[in-house]
Each structure stands twice: as C-alpha cells, then as structure tokens.
C-alpha cells in the first residue's frame, strides 16, 4: 500500500503568493515529517510534526495535521522563486515500530519571479 | 550546524563492478540509513543501522548489499556486484531522535 501521497504533483505560481501541498496517508503514524529537495540535490529537513499536534510553524512553512483523515498539508507563504523544488512527505514505516521513512511521490513547485 | 556529508559525490561503475559509498554521520547520531532515488521515482528505504547491527532493511536490501561502520565516524555501504538497475542516488541518513537528517547523496551510475 501506498504511504504518504502528496497532491498535486505539480504547482506553479507567482512569487509572494502561498503554496499548499497536501500529504495522505494510510495508517497510523507517530510523527510526520516533510522535506525539499532541489533538482538533483539532496533531501532538506523542513519540519517534524508529531501524532498529537496539530498545526505547526517555522519561519514561513505551516504544517497541519489531521490524524483523523490521515492527512497533512504544507502551506509556504509569500513564496520565493527559491523555495522552487520537490516537497515530499515521509512518515516512519507502517509495518514496524521503527523509524524508517517512507516517502511519497512529492508536489513539484515552480515559483516564477 | 553539523551536517551528514557523503562521498564520492559521482560514481561511474561497470557493470558487475564493488562499489563503496561513503557517509560521515553527524557525531552524536545513533541511528544511521541508506535511502536510494531511482531518476524520477520515490526516495526507497533501503536499510537502518544502529548499535552497531542493521535493525531493519528492505527488499531491495539484498545479498549484493551490505553496511558497515569501520570505525566511530563512518558508515558505508557496499555492493558487490553492481547491475545497470542500481543506478541512482543514493542517500545517507542519520538521526538521534525525531528527524532523519540527510547527506548530499552519491549518484551512481553503472555503466
């Protein structure tokens, strides 16, 4: 099964509007965690937020989650054509207690200066 | 602000080649992992180590597989055999508690 599915794959806008990139997910997770990855380049940490909260900040980056519909979401606000990348979701591995990521597919996001 | 650093940053390889990549963990990180990226497809898990033993792998995590942590800054992973198929990036990471941070990334490219 599939764990940890952002929509949509791809994104375009225009510098300094918001970008929302929303995360499912299939079964019952302690935390979740999103990344950025630049073209080619590796993966950045952005944000870790755990089963029992449910909206967090930093910096520009807003995470929520709902534990209920098994989802999350990513908002960055006043984009930059910097924050142009790959957005992945990743949450520890559905079949063991252990830490392991399983990633999604990611949100494509293009900010055109 | 320590950082998981990894080399060679290219690898070309003939088929059915050894190849070694290289991780430097961050110093005081207990958990350690290889993640690799196929072009164009998902970030795969490939295996997790700690205590000084891999904890869990996966599928793809076969014998031509291995890891090793020859002393206290490194943490390596090996295949013995490469196939065209284990082209990618390939991604350490490690992690005290909570997040997983991760190194640059080797690119292999077997030829």
């Known amino acids: 099964s599939q764990q940890g599915e952002e929509d949509p794959q791809a994104l375009s806008i225009q510098e300094g509007e918001n970008a929302t990139m929303n995360c499912s997910y299939k079964?019952?997770?302690?935390?979740l965690q999103w990344y950025r990855q630049n073209s080619g380049r590796g993966l950045v940490h952005l944000i870790l937020i755990r089963s029992n909260e449910r909206e967090k900040h930093s910096g520009r980056l807003r995470v929520t989650l709902d534990t209920s519909k098994k989802s999350s979401s990513l908002l960055i606000t006043a984009s930059r054509a910097a924050d142009t990348a790959s957005y992945f979701c990743a949450t520890p591995r559905e079949d063991t207690g252990r830490r392991a990521l399983t990633f999604g597919s990611g949100t494509r996001l293009q900010v055109q200066p | 602000e320590p950082e998981v650093t990894q080399t060679p940053s290219h690898q070309v390889t003939q088929m059915g080649q050894e190849v070694i990549l290289r991780c430097v963990p961050i110093?005081?990180?207990?958990?350690f992992y290889w993640y690799r990226q196929i072009l164009g497809q998902k970030v795969e898990f490939l295996v997790s180590?700690?205590?000084?033993?891999?904890?869990?792998k996966s599928e793809i995590f076969d014998d031509q597989f291995s890891v090793e942590r020859p002393d206290g800054s490194n943490f390596t992973l090996k295949i013995r055999s490469t196939k065209l198929e284990d082209s990618a990036m390939y991604f350490c990471?490690?992690?005290?508690?909570?997040?997983?941070?991760f190194g640059p990334g080797t690119r292999l490219t077997v030829l």
């Open positions: 180590f700690y205590n000084n033993e891999i904890s869990e």
């Open positions: 079964t019952s997770i302690n935390n």
């Open positions: 110093s005081n990180h207990l958990y």
């Open positions: 990471a490690s992690r005290l508690t909570g997040e997983q941070f």
